[in-house]
């Protein structure tokens, strides 16, 4: 590519404090005169300064003393939606219940509506704002589902518009099949059938055209049993896909467990899991991604059990889980904030939830999420004193820069 950077695409960053956030470091795994150096858009090097071996012909970066740390990963997000629901939340604020809002059109069937009627154009140009909020705020992947559209057609309108997002914007994006995410008007309240259309007919096209990367669904009174759940498991793994699943947001209908069971790479939400749950997720390894927008957004009382997660030793991601109906939230460092203010996180867990254990929830830790050499050189560089600042703040931002790939 060369341009601004060396000889064969080689940089340094010197002068710099590191929180590499690596696994099995102590606390973020902080080196205080650091440098990170990278080459064809990987990390080779990141660790002291005084013990990095000399580079020929890289382009240096003096970072002032600042702090790097892995680029953010937002591994849970509804990022692909037309129009929004402004609406609804002036109708609940002048106390209408979710009930009357649903009567008068609203809800997910309201979204639902607005991204059929959607091009697949329009749909990314809506979206691109959302993913220029996270990108500001050095995101560096994002996870989009869709859930959305809720026919073949619709469905894969959303994954396909998901995946332009990367051809228009640095960034990487990991996009989920969210077909079992509620029931469209056409199913008129036959959820077998349409779980049946969600495992013969959705799931077999969207894998067979390579759209998804993972399959999630919504296990929930509103909207389907852990049996129906199942079913569209054995089938995305029957297709190669690893799951992931909307667990125990509502109620305890034990789908951190199921999750567990079908080897999910996360369970998300999380708010009425019980220890049994937790423990479960931790035998197979199941991420739990807290998600305290929507906590926030819909006034929920019931916290998620994070002592029952320390205590485990459940991996704990943070996420946005922007979305127009629960959580229309595009700041991952507000989250932080959320999630330490509401739930006691530390510091160390919301800044391991954005980096290391957003990236294993998306089964990407090989290939971000620290700062190591052999992952891809995805950096966020803050204009800050202490990583704590990070989470502290809100409605602030101190990106100095945010490096994707090496560029
Ligand atoms: N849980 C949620 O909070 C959102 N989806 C889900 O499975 C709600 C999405 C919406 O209201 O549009
Ligand atoms: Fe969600």
């Given at each position: 590519m060369g341009g601004a950077s060396g000889k064969s695409g080689h940089r340094v960053w010197?002068?710099?404090?590191?929180?590499?956030?690596?696994?099995?470091?102590?606390?973020?795994?902080i080196v205080e005169k650091g440098a990170v150096a990278a080459r064809d858009g990987l990390i080779v090097y990141a660790g002291p300064e005084a013990d990095m071996p000399a580079?020929?012909?890289?382009?240096?970066?003096?970072?002032?003393?600042?702090w790097i740390t892995p680029g953010l990963i937002d591994c849970h997000t509804h990022l692909v939606y037309a129009g929004n629901r402004a609406n609804e939340f002036e109708m609940r604020l002048a106390g209408a219940t979710y009930q009357e809002v649903a009567r008068a059109g609203g809800g997910i069937v309201s979204s639902v509506k607005s991204l059929r009627a959607a091009s697949e154009?329009?749909?990314?140009?809506?979206?691109?704002?959302?993913?220029?909020?996270?990108?500001?705020?050095?995101?560096?992947?994002?996870?989009?589902?869709?859930?959305?559209?809720?026919?073949?057609?619709n469905e894969k309108k959303s994954l396909r518009a998901a995946r332009r997002l990367a051809d228009e914007r640095p960034v990487t994006i990991r996009t989920t099949c969210l077909a079992a995410h509620a029931l469209p008007p056409e199913a008129k309240g036959d959820k077998d059938a349409f779980i049946d259309l969600v495992a013969d007919t959705i799931l077999p096209q969207v894998a067979a055209e390579k759209?998804?990367?993972?399959?999630?669904?919504?296990?929930?009174?509103?909207?389907?049993?852990?049996?129906?759940?199942?079913?569209?498991?054995?089938?995305?793994?029957?297709?190669?896909?690893?799951?992931?699943?909307?667990?125990?947001q509502l109620s305890n209908l034990h789908g951190a467990a199921l999750a567990a069971r079908y080897g999910a790479l996360s369970a998300d939400h999380l708010e009425y899991t019980d220890e049994?749950?937790?423990?479960?997720?931790?035998?197979?390894?199941?991420?739990?991604?807290?998600?305290?927008?929507a906590y926030y957004f819909i006034r929920e009382t019931k916290k998620p059990p994070v002592d029952l997660f320390r205590r485990h030793g459940v991996k704990m991601a943070v996420a946005t889980d922007?979305?127009?109906?629960?959580?229309?939230?595009?700041?991952?460092?507000?989250?932080?904030?959320?999630?330490?203010?509401?739930?006691?996180?530390?510091v160390d867990e919301c800044l391991a939830g954005v980096t290391r254990e957003a990236a294993r929830a998306l089964g990407l830790l090989e290939q971000t999420g620290t700062l190591e050499a052999g992952k891809s050189a995805d950096l966020a560089i803050w204009d800050i004193e202490r990583p704590a600042e990070l989470v502290y703040r809100m409605g602030f931002n101190p990106l100095h820069a945010r490096i994707w790939r090496g560029q």
């Open positions: 010197r002068n710099a404090r590191l929180a590499t956030m690596a696994d099995g470091a102590t606390g973020l795994g580079g020929q012909g890289a382009e240096i970066v003096d970072c002032e003393g600042r154009n329009e749909l990314v140009a809506q979206t691109l704002p959302r993913v220029d909020a996270l990108i500001a705020e050095g995101v560096t992947t994002v996870e989009v589902k869709s859930g959305y559209g809720l026919d073949a057609d759209l998804a990367d993972a399959v999630d669904g919504f296990c929930e009174g509103i909207a389907f049993s852990p049996e129906q759940m199942a079913r569209v498991f054995d089938k995305a793994k029957s297709l190669g896909l690893p799951v992931k699943l909307h667990a125990d049994e749950g937790a423990a479960a997720m931790a035998k197979a390894g199941t991420v739990a991604t807290i998600l305290p927008g922007s979305n127009p109906g629960t959580s229309p939230l595009t700041s991952l460092l507000l989250t932080m904030n959320m999630a330490a203010t509401l739930f006691g996180m530390t």
